[in-house]
Nanobody, 127 residues
Framework: QVQLVESGGGLAQAGGSLRLSCGAS????????MGWFRQAPGKEREFVAA????????AYADSVKGRFTISRDNAKNTVYLQMNSLKPEDTAVYYC????????????????????WGQGTQVTVSS
């Protein structure tokens, strides 16, 4: 059974940094993509970033480009989200997810592309 466990959330000041981790287990992930999504109170879950396991192909939401970096450690089956220059509007619960289908040339970036989700980790950015 696929399990995803996020960690690394917490409280940061505006302009600060946090690093999220997502440990994956339960199957081979080499052909799938991993994504980070977030959901703020009263808002829909939105795409943040994604990466394919097998090749260094990434995608980012416009709102985080240049500030967030997604990376992976294949040996540890772990995906990271380095978040720099944090803003109060980055406050949300952050979820990692693995793609429903084996990833093709385009990195999947909608919630419908992902079918296994972690429990989420809270990120709060104070102004």
């Amino acid at each position: 059974q696929v399990q995803l466990v996020e960690s690394g959330g917490g409280l940061a000041q505006a302009g600060g940094s946090l690093r999220l981790s997502c440990g994956a287990s339960g199957r081979s992930f080499s052909s799938y993509a991993m994504g980070w999504f977030r959901q703020a109170p009263g808002k829909e879950r939105e795409f943040v970033a994604a990466i394919r396991w097998s090749v260094n192909s990434t995608a980012y939401a416009d709102s985080v480009k240049g500030r967030f970096t997604i990376s992976r450690d294949n040996a540890k089956n772990t995906v990271y989200l380095q978040m720099n220059s944090l803003k109060p509007e980055d406050t949300a619960v952050y979820y990692c997810a693995t793609s429903r289908d084996r990833a093709g040339p385009v990195v999947p970036s909608t919630i419908y592309d992902y079918n296994y989700w972690g429990q989420g980790t809270q990120v709060t950015v104070s102004s």
